[in-house]
């Protein structure tokens, strides 16, 4: 497809079950984000992949959250022994080469909601 | 802590009049800021950047303007149309950590036919 793709577009799942989010960037983009988007608040920033380069996973809430991306393309993000405050909208973003100048490019993100 | 703040969740406009929406940050040593625009059920998608060597930026009918000593930008949407409901958040980055964008909480923009 022509843009991010995300999967699934809705998860719910039990409070303590783990949960795995995946992400298609647009081809050829080396940069790759995650963020969530909480309840009436804004998109908060969770990790960074740039090509070959070690992430940037600032933004990991705690060590339940970790991401990986494969090959330099899909990536996925797996959540352990969910919790009521996971739920969310995750986001992924991918751009060109990564940078302030480089506009994101969102899929339409995954619905995740813990019972 | 929210370095970038947008303090009126939502805002009705006339078609055909002036939007403006404002943003806050608290950090100053952002240098470049954005504006999404997203629709419901879908991914944010950009609209417009600004970097901090500009105090004012235009495309079309969307002008961000930026004030550094006020850690001010303000995104004006002229003639405003129904199509532009949507809400807009902007977002800013540092040139310490070009990569990570910090988002404002997002006004929900309605403009009225």
């Known amino acids: 497809g022509a843009g991010v793709s995300q999967s699934p577009s809705n998860k719910v799942t039990e409070k303590g079950k783990d949960v795995e989010l995946r992400c298609d960037p647009i081809s050829g983009h080396t940069a790759l984000y995650w963020y969530r988007q909480s309840l009436g608040q804004g998109l908060e920033f969770l990790i960074y992949f740039q090509g070959n380069s070690a992430p940037d996973k600032s933004g990991l809430p705690s060590d339940r959250f970790s991401a990986e991306r494969t090959g330099g393309s899909v990536s996925t993000l797996t959540i352990q022994r969910t919790q009521q405050e996971d739920s969310a909208v995750y986001l992924c973003?991918?751009?060109?080469?990564?940078?302030?100048?480089?506009?994101?490019?969102f899929g339409d993100g995954t619905r995740l909601s813990i019972l | 802590d929210q370095q970038v703040k947008q303090n009126s969740p939502s805002l009705s406009v006339q078609e055909g009049r002036i939007s403006i929406l404002n943003c806050d940050y608290t950090n100053s040593m952002f240098d470049y800021f954005l504006w999404y625009k997203k629709y419901p059920a879908e991914g944010p998608t950009f609209l417009i950047s600004?970097?901090?060597?500009?105090d004012k930026n235009e495309d079309g009918r969307f002008t961000v303007f930026l004030n550094k000593s006020a850690k001010h930008l303000s995104l004006h949407i002229v003639p405003s149309q129904p199509g532009d409901s949507a809400v807009y958040f902007c977002a800013a980055s540092a040139p310490y950590n070009f990569n990570k964008f910090y988002f404002g909480s997002g006004t929900k923009l309605n403009v009225k036919p």
């Open positions: 600004i970097s901090s060597i500009k």
């Open positions: 973003a991918s751009s060109a080469q990564g940078g302030s100048n480089q506009p994101q490019h």
